[in-house]
Structure formats: C-alpha cells, structure tokens
C-alpha cells in the first residue's frame, strides 16, 4: 500500500504548556506534512522537507485548514445516544426517567449493534478518534461497542456497567454475573487491536458493598485495565451514597476501601469534594474527568479545575454525552471556559488543545500511541477549518494570532468545523464503512 502525505498547517504538542504565552510547548507549522504508512505516522515537518523523502506517497492536500491529533473523549456513556437533551431534570431523577429505561434496551443485541454504529460514526464526525466509553449493564453492548470499534480500527476504552441495585431489573446484574461477564469481556477485547478494557462499576449508589468487592478482584487480577466510576457530581447523589455507606468518611472513601483507586482509573465529574478527598486522589493518582456541557446541563456545579491543579491532580475533560449535550470536544472547551469563568478560573486556547489531545491522552497514560503528531504513534488526525461558518470566517479575519484563531475555534467551532477525521490513517468522513 502507498503510503499517504497530508498537507496543510499543523499543531501538535510536547507537553502542556505553562501558560498562554508559551509557544515552546507545541509545534506549529504553517506549510507542513504528515507522513502515514500502514496506520502510523512516520514523519513530520515542513511540506518541502517530508515530501522530498515520501517517494510516490498520494498527497491530499488540507491547506489552508488545520490538522492536529485526533480528539480524546475521556468520559461518555454509549447507551445514552438517544437520550440526550432530555427535559427537566437534575442527576437522580434524570437516571431513573431518562437514561435506565433507554439503557434497557441495549440487552438487545441488534440494538446494540445499530446504535454502536450510529455512536462510532457521531465521534468521528466531531473530530474524536479514542473515546473511554460506559456500555450499559449488557455484556452485548460491551460485545457491540467493542466490535464496531475494531471494525474501523478505533482505538476504543470501554466497559461493561456494573449495576446491581437501586435500577430497574432490566439494567441490573448481579455481584457475580457482573465480575463474570466483566471477565469474558476482558478476556475477548482487552489488548485486542486498539480496544482496552476498563472495569465500571456506574456509581456508589448502583454497586452494593459486594459488587464492589467484585471490582476489586478484577482490579487485582487485571491490574492493566482501566477502572471508570462517577463521584461527587451531585448534591443528592452524595446524601443517598452516605446512607448506603454510613462507615465511608466520605464519597471517595467508597471507592477507596474497595481499591478501586490508581493512576488508571478515571472519576466523572468529581465536583463536590471535601478537602480529604481531593489530596486522597492527589496520592492515588487518579483522575478526576471535568464533562462541562454535562454539569451545566443537569444544574450539577462547577468543576474546580484551578483547586485540583494546585494539588498536581490531572484531569480529563470530557463530553459525558448523554448527560452532556455535544458530542464535540470544541463545544466542550466552549463550556468549560464558561465554567471557568464563572469561578474567576481561566482556560487558555494553548492549554485547552492540548487538553483534548495530548493532555487527555496523558491522563490515559497512552501518549505514546495518541494525542500528538508525533512519528511513530497512531495516525489518528483531525483537520480543521477554522472558517466553517460565515459566523466564523467573519471572526477570523480578526484573529491575528494562533492563539487568537484556536480561542475563536474552542468557542465557535463543532462538528461543521471537522474537514476530515484520519483513524489510523483511515479518513473517516465520507467512508464507506460497511460495503
Ligand atoms: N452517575 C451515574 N450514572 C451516571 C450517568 O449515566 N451520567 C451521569 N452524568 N452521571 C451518572
Ligand atoms: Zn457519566
């Protein structure tokens, strides 16, 4: 197969830039190429230089748009396509009136399948090229995520929701059928092609104290696997956790006794924390996951990013759609500048790129395959045009930075601004996926 050269500008970044002023963190080059053979990236720089050794690669040229990593969703629920922007509700009632009835019918295999489909291609469409998913209760949810990832050669984080209480029957488990069919699915999926597996007990409230002790088996006995949970996201939520567990000393103290806390494992939302809790995920390693459009949406809070970074915590951001309204990672940064705002907080163009790619894919302890152009990692690219819409092309021709253009693109950019997705050297836009 030939190998291909996309031209155009590029960004890409070596590590998380110390504030908005700082340009030494990121490469940026206005005439350059991106080399792709057999789904990696084997060199980068000016367009002359890599073309001059790329023999007979095809070249597709982007100029002027902008290619950088493909986008990195740390937290979205799979089975929640068809529930998102739904009326009226805060966190508890939403799950009961909302999100467990539309999660039930992922016990249906076909279901599962079609709307596995539907999800993949949504991400793609708004630039995302690795999402760390839920599934629902199922283990055919889990099978179908899993599978229409490998289809496309997605790399793909996901999971089996582990839920044994507190839900309708239709979208419970039991202790042992959860660890059991947890297991089958890390045995089928976990290292296969680009899938990873992560253990995912939904919540506190969901997992009683013997689901949770199963969590901690595959934790122990899978120690490379991811673990995903939700903590501290709303007020109710964390009364109703203190009842099930009146010996916790606090929310984070569930997930702690049950040692279900490391450097993989990733904390949705994280809003509500006691002073306790935010140095016991400092010490573990732990991932707290900001889903901005998610918090505003369902009135849960704001995440307190400055705090968490004071402590030398590092966070994902996330869509959390179906709790979250936009699948686009822009749309997002879009939200979590506001949420920063409105606690005198402040997120600069630099950092929230980074953020979304290389930063998330630290968070995953997977830079060395994704988040940056690097040579040699996955070639999972997103190309961008910043003059998507007549809106923007208008702001643009007063951008007169990078930084200046890459804030107008975190604040007005979405899916109409995503020109083409590469997965693993794929583009995704306009493919036939299954002839
Ligand atoms: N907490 C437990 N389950 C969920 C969920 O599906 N979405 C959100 N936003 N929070 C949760
Ligand atoms: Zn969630």
Redesign the pocket.
């Known amino acids: 197969m030939t190998d291909t050269l996309l031209r155009g500008r590029f960004l890409t970044f070596h590590r998380e830039p110390t504030g908005a002023e700082d340009a030494s963190a990121h490469t940026y080059v206005e005439d350059g190429a991106i080399l792709m053979r057999q789904g990696r990236i084997v060199a980068t720089g000016d367009y002359a230089d890599v073309a001059a050794t790329a023999g007979d690669a095809a070249v597709i040229d982007h100029r002027p748009h902008l290619m950088m990593a493909g986008f990195i969703d740390t937290h979205i ?1 799979f089975p ?1 396509v068809q529930i998102v922007a739904s009326w009226g509700s805060q ?1 508890l009632d ?2 009961n009136g909302y ?1 467990f009835p539309a999660e039930a019918e992922f016990g249906n295999a076909q279901h599962a399948r079609a709307m596995a489909g539907q999800f993949c291609t949504l991400l793609t469409d708004h630039g995302t090229t690795t999402a760390v998913a ?1 599934c629902s209760v199922h283990k055919a949810s889990a099978d179908a995520l899993f599978s229409e990832a490998a289809d496309r050669n997605m790399r793909i984080i996901a999971g089996k929701t582990m839920m044994d209480r507190n839900a309708p029957d239709a979208v419970l488990d039991t202790s042992q059928s959860g660890y059991d069919d947890s297991k089958e699915l890390i045995a089928a999926w976990h290292g296969k092609g680009r899938a990873s597996y992560a253990i995912t007990p ?2 506190a ?2 997992s009683s104290p013997e689901q949770l002790q199963m969590a901690n088996a595959l934790v122990g006995e899978h120690p490379e696997c991811y673990v995903q949970t ?1 903590l501290s ?2 007020h109710d ?1 964390i009364a109703f956790t203190a009842e099930l567990y009146p010996d916790a000393r606090d929310y984070l103290d569930v997930y702690e006794t049950y040692g279900l806390l490391g450097k993989r494992t990733l904390l ?2 994280a809003i509500h924390l006691k002073q306790r809790e935010v140095e016991a995920i400092a010490q573990t390693g732990a991932h707290p996951v900001f ?1 901005p459009t ?1 918090n505003l949406f ?1 009135g ?1 809070g704001l995440f307190d990013d400055a705090g968490l970074r004071a402590h030398g915590i590092s966070s994902g951001i996330a869509t ?1 759609i ?3 309204t936009s699948y686009s990672m822009l749309q997002t940064l879009n939200e979590g500048y506001k949420v920063l705002q409105l606690q005198n907080q402040s997120l600069h163009a630099l950092r929230a790129f980074y953020w979304i790619t290389r930063g998330n894919a630290d968070v995953l302890s997977m830079a060395d395959r994704i988040g940056t152009l690097d040579p040699g990692t996955e070639a999972d690219i997103v190309v961008l045009d910043p003059r998507a819409t007549p809106a923007m092309a208008l702001r643009m021709g007063r951008a007169e930075t990078l930084a200046e253009e890459l804030f107008a693109l975190q604040i007005m950019g979405d899916d109409r601004a995503i020109v083409q997705t590469y997965v693993a050297g794929a583009p995704q836009k306009g493919a036939t996926l299954h002839p």
Request: charged content about 15%; proline content about 0%; overall charge negative.
């Open positions: 629920h929640q966190l939403w799950l999100t839920f939904r919540f409230i969901t939700h996201e709303n939520e949705g939302h889903c998610s369902l849960s959390d179906g709790g979250g």
